[in-house]
């Protein structure tokens, strides 16, 4: 397993269904986990600012290189903790979302 992608036993909760944790090893296997993990980090890497809220991450993704895939905010969320773990993106200031109106943290690459 390469560092940008999750174990999939974190990506179920302990006391999901038995059908939540094998949809999480297809997600990690079929290298959607991955994905979405490369695409957030291209889109914190690559801006000027570097520091995207959740939604402000998902909308930008849909104006992306085909490579990389269009990300829906739960999407990007999900995925955030897991970045976090391990030491490739940082929390930043809790302030107004350009996208949502609600006042969100601002994340960024370390």
């Known amino acids: 397993m390469n560092q940008l992608t999750l174990d999939y036993a974190k990506l179920a909760r302990r006391n999901d269904p038995v059908s939540s944790t094998l949809a999480a090893e297809k997600m990690v296997k079929s290298g959607k986990v991955s994905g979405h993990e490369k695409t957030i980090l291209y889109i914190l890497e690559s801006r000027n600012r570097g520091c995207f809220t959740t939604h402000e991450i998902a909308a930008y993704s849909h104006n992306l290189p085909f490579q990389y895939l269009p990300l829906s905010n739960e999407q990007v ?21 350009s996208i949502s109106g609600e006042q969100m943290t601002e994340w960024s690459v370390k």
């Not at 940082?90 to 979302?97: E, T």
């Open 77 to 97: 969320h999900k995925r955030m903790k897991g970045l976090e773990e391990k030491s490739l993106i940082k929390r930043g200031i809790i302030r107004k979302c």
